[in-house]
């Protein structure tokens, strides 16, 4: 049999692969230890899923329709997951300070935000306009015609990249923030010297 190609035909493949539905697939579920609701079943086979489905839920319908749990995750339009995380952590990850436990959680968040936001840009670009291919293209209004916004300095440069102000160098890091100054000043007054020894 063919792959599903949606949640709905993964339902269906689960009804015929265990000959049971609804409730049934739900409470032979249970019994393998995954979750999944009678309710949850029922929407996705009448189409009136309105959620984006859980892991667990995804890894039970696999189950109840005999597939790997790819073809579920491929089936909702939702990327393949990988190994767990945790067990390609280098050992001694678990003797980290708190503070650097902190920065590589952190930087795990940043990166899984990335990537969503990668993927939704991904989205963006394939819901374009084809008659639209760059913003240096579109036309200009005629005078009196109202146009719906202007283009912003990248759009204008077309490369994407947003353009440096002229006083860039300016704005670059170095120069002393207001606290530091008063602080130098009064560390001046009160005759504080150097505390490296023997210069």
């Known amino acids: 049999m063919n792959e599903p190609k949606s949640l709905k035909e993964l339902v269906e493949l689960a009804v015929e692969y265990r000959g049971a539905s609804g409730l049934g697939l739900s409470q032979l579920a249970a019994k393998n230890g995954q979750q999944i609701t009678t309710t949850t079943i029922n929407a996705i086979r009448q189409g009136t899923y309105k959620y984006v489905p859980r892991e667990g839920t995804l890894r039970a319908l696999a189950w109840l329709a005999g ?9 909702a339009g939702q990327p393949v997951p990988g190994p767990p995380f945790a067990e390609e952590l280098p050992p001694g990850v678990d003797n980290l300070s708190p503070k650097s436990r902190k920065i590589m ?3 795990a968040r940043v990166l899984v935000d990335l990537e969503k936001n990668a993927d939704a840009s ?3 670009d394939q819901e374009r306009p084809t008659d639209i291919s760059s913003a240096r293209e579109r036309r200009d209004a005629r005078p009196g015609q109202k146009t719906k916004r202007r283009l912003t300095a990248a759009e204008e440069q077309g490369d994407g990249n947003i353009p440096l102000p002229d006083n860039w160098q ?25 505390q490296d020894q023997g210069e």
Not at 67 to 75: E, G, I, K, W
């Open 122 to 124: 991904n989205d963006e």
């Open 170 to 194: 300016d704005l670059a890091a170095g120069a002393p923030h207001e606290s530091q100054i008063k602080r130098d000043r009064e560390w001046a007054e009160r005759g504080e010297e150097s």
């Open 67 to 75: 597939v790997d749990a790819s073809v579920a995750f491929m089936a």
């Open 105 to 107: 959680i952190d930087l």
